[in-house]
Nanobody, 124 residues
Framework: QVQLVESGGGLVQAGGSLRLSCAAS????????MGWFRQAPGKEREFVAA????????DYADSMKGRFTISRDNAKNMGYLQMNSLKPEDTAVYYC?????????????????WGQGTQVTVSS
């Protein structure tokens, strides 16, 4: 069992930056792949970014490439999502997820564990 807690969300103006954090506990985090997803009001939850167990491989949704960076610190049991050049359409609840695997996972149903989410609001 892995518990995930997101933090770092908030209100930011368009063009600004935020760094989301995902604190993991309960198991050896370095054995788990991690991903970030988001859900905007009235929309389905969508893939944002993913990283493998070591941090050596990453993947991003096309609209996030070049603006968002996923990373992890296994020594601290932490995952991160650095978000730059934010747009109003990035407004959503952001979730981190984890799965016991060495692969990079981009689909929601592949993940076993989810956090409660953190709200990101980007004003125009």
């Amino acid at each position: 069992q892995v518990q995930l807690v997101e933090s770092g969300g908030g209100l930011v103006q368009a063009g600004g930056s935020l760094r989301l954090s995902c604190a993991a506990s309960g198991r050896t985090f370095r054995n788990y792949a991690m991903g970030w997803f988001r859900q905007a009001p009235g929309k389905e939850r969508e893939f944002v970014a993913a990283i493998d167990w070591s941090g050596g491989s990453t993947d991003y949704a096309d609209s996030m490439k070049g603006r968002f960076t996923i990373s992890r610190d296994n020594a601290k049991n932490m995952g991160y999502l650095q978000m730059n050049s934010l747009k109003p359409e990035d407004t959503a609840v952001y979730y981190c997820a984890a799965k016991y695997t060495r692969a990079v996972l981009t689909t929601q149903r592949a993940y076993s564990y989810w956090g409660q989410g953190t709200q990101v609001t980007v004003s125009s």
